[in-house]
Structure formats: C-alpha cells, structure tokens
C-alpha cells in the first residue's frame, strides 16, 4: 500500500469573499497562494486538523460547514481535501501567524488575481462556486 496523507484547506468565506494565504515556506512554494491549513495527524479526523491549523496558522477559531467533493493531489503522498469554513463570531480578525506573509479576502470578481498554487486551481474554482451562497 502506497502512503496516502490528507492535507486539509479551508475555504473560508465571509462576506461573500473567499480567504487566500500567501506562503512564506518552503522556497518552492513561498509567494504563491492557497486555502490555509494543514496535513492531518495521525487519529486526528479532517475537521479537527482544519480548525487546529486555522487556531495555529491564523489564530481564529473556526467551524468546518461542509466538504468539498473531490480530492485532488498534491506532491505525493499529499492529496487535498477543502471544506468551506466561517470564522466563530468575535474571533477577531486572520492574521499571518505562521507559514503565511500576506492575506487578502477576494471577492467573487478577484479570486484569480493571485497567483494560486497550481495544484489549487481545481478546488479554488469549486470553492469560488460557493461564494454566492456562503456564509454571510
Ligand atoms: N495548507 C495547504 N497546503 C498545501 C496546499 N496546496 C498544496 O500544495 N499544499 C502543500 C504544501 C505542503 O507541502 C503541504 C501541507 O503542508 P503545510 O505546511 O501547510 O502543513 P503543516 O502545517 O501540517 O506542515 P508542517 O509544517 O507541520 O510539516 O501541502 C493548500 O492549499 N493548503
């Protein structure tokens, strides 16, 4: 059996925007932008590493609404799964704590005006399918 591990990403909407993170690490990656998270540890369930990295990375706290279909891969043996997201009233406000250097909330005309991950695109475009109905 080949080792599959889960790295959970939040689309986290509010106000009719989407949440993008840019990254600071690793070189390969830092600059470009995705839906902040993390991998899933082991006994952990997706739901609960979702609202811990979002504690850690971002220090909001967070409650996952409702998985994204689909799966899509990332360097092996990492695959993304998304889950829409809202941050719990009176949390205050995201802030690049770790892993991040910038955050931007991009309204429905903006989502493709950072520079995503390419291995993002796929689940950015079904998480921009939200916005209408998300959260408010
Ligand atoms: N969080 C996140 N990681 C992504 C996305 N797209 C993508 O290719 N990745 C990659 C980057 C990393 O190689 C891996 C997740 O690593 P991470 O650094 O965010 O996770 P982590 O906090 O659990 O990592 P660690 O520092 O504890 O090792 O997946 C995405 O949209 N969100």
């Not at 609960?48 to 899509?72: N, Q």
């Not at 991009?106 to 921009?128: H, K, N, S, T, Y």
């Amino acid at each position: 059996m080949t080792e599959r591990i889960v790295v959970v990403g939040a689309a986290l909407l509010d106000g009719g925007r989407l949440l993008a993170a840019r990254r600071s690490a690793p070189p390969e990656l830092a600059g470009r932008w995705e839906l902040p998270g993390g991998k899933v540890e082991a006994g952990e369930t997706p739901e609960a590493a979702l609202v811990r990295e979002l504690r850690e990375e971002l220090g909001i706290e967070t409650e996952p609404v409702e998985r994204i279909p689909g799966e899509w891969p990332l360097k092996p043996p990492y695959v993304l799964q998304v889950w829409t997201a809202r941050i719990h009233s009176g949390s205050g406000d995201p802030k690049p704590l770790q892993d991040h250097d910038e955050l931007r909330w991009l309204a429905p005309g903006e989502i493709w005006d950072v520079p995503w991950l390419d291995q993002d695109v796929p689940a950015v475009r079904e998480a921009a399918t939200r916005l209408d109905t998300g959260p408010r």
